[in-house]
């Protein structure tokens, strides 16, 4: 059974930095497209970035220039690096995983921006 698991949120500065981890098991991560959403409070969940298999890129534009989505396939796990974090930010962080059909999610962690 495929299982994702969030790490790394947690509490920042404003203009801080996280690097939030998703570790998959029960399958073969490097054939998976992996991508990272978010929910703020009271907004629609809205996708953040995405990383093929071939390790091609895309971001939101709001958070082009400020977050790295990556990969490491040995390691079973997605990354997404997020820079100078404002309070705009702020919210719960899923990853997903697909392959083919209806993507695989993870539980999400929270991130919070606030001095």
């Known amino acids: 059974q495929v299982q994702l698991v969030e790490s790394g949120g947690g509490l920042v500065q404003p203009g801080g930095s996280l690097r939030l981890s998703c570790a998959m098991s029960g399958s073969a991560f490097s054939i998976y497209v992996v991508s990272w959403y978010r929910q703020a409070p009271g907004k629609q969940r809205e996708l953040v970035a995405v990383?093929?298999?071939?390790?091609?890129?895309n971001y939101a534009d709001s958070v082009k220039g400020r977050f790295t989505i990556s990969r490491d396939n040995a390691k079973n796990t997605a990354y997404l690096q997020m820079n100078s974090l404002t309070p705009v930010y702020a919210a719960v962080y899923y990853c997903?995983?697909?392959?083919?059909?209806?993507?695989?999610w993870g539980q999400g962690t929270q991130v919070t921006v606030s001095s």
């Open positions: 997903t995983a697909r392959f083919i059909g209806r993507p695989y």
């Open positions: 990383i093929t298999t071939d390790g091609n890129t």
